[in-house]
């Protein structure tokens, strides 16, 4: 079984950036690719990056949705177990519970129907 735990969320100021971390425990027989998605009330679930396995190409190791603008980047650390979004010029658009989701196949991660999930981390953004 494998436990996600999301930190780093809060209020922030339009502008300003934020680091999501997801700290990942528990038994997994095979590599994971991780991601992070969010929802807004009243909104559905998007996904907002990924990152592959460890074990493919870093040319295709991570996709963040275009609608971000390049504004959101993911990363892990492999050795700590975590993964990273690092979120810069946040708007109130932004404003969302933002959900770490792990599978060990990436497309069904990227379909949105990873195995696991995390319990969420609010973000809110003022103007």
């Known amino acids: 079984q494998v436990q996600l735990v999301e930190s780093g969320g809060g209020p922030v100021q339009a502008g300003d950036s934020l680091k999501l971390s997801c700290t990942v425990s528990g038994r997994s027989t095979s590599p994971l690719a991780m991601g992070w998605f969010r929802q807004a009330a009243g909104k559905w679930r998007e996904l907002v990056c990924s990152?592959?396995?460890?074990?493919?190409?870093?040319?295709?190791?991570?996709f963040c949705a275009q609608f971000l603008k390049g504004r959101f980047t993911i990363a892990r650390d492999s050795a700590k177990n975590t993964v990273f979004l690092q979120m810069s010029s946040l708007n109130p658009e932004d404003t969302a519970v933002y959900y770490c989701?792990?599978?060990?196949?990436?497309?069904?991660?990227?379909?949105?129907?990873?195995?696991?999930w995390g319990q969420g981390t609010q973000v809110t953004v003022s103007s």
């Open positions: 990152i592959a396995q460890n074990t493919l190409p870093p040319t295709s190791n991570t």
């Open positions: 989701a792990a599978d060990r196949n990436r497309n069904d991660l990227l379909r949105g129907t990873p195995d696991y």
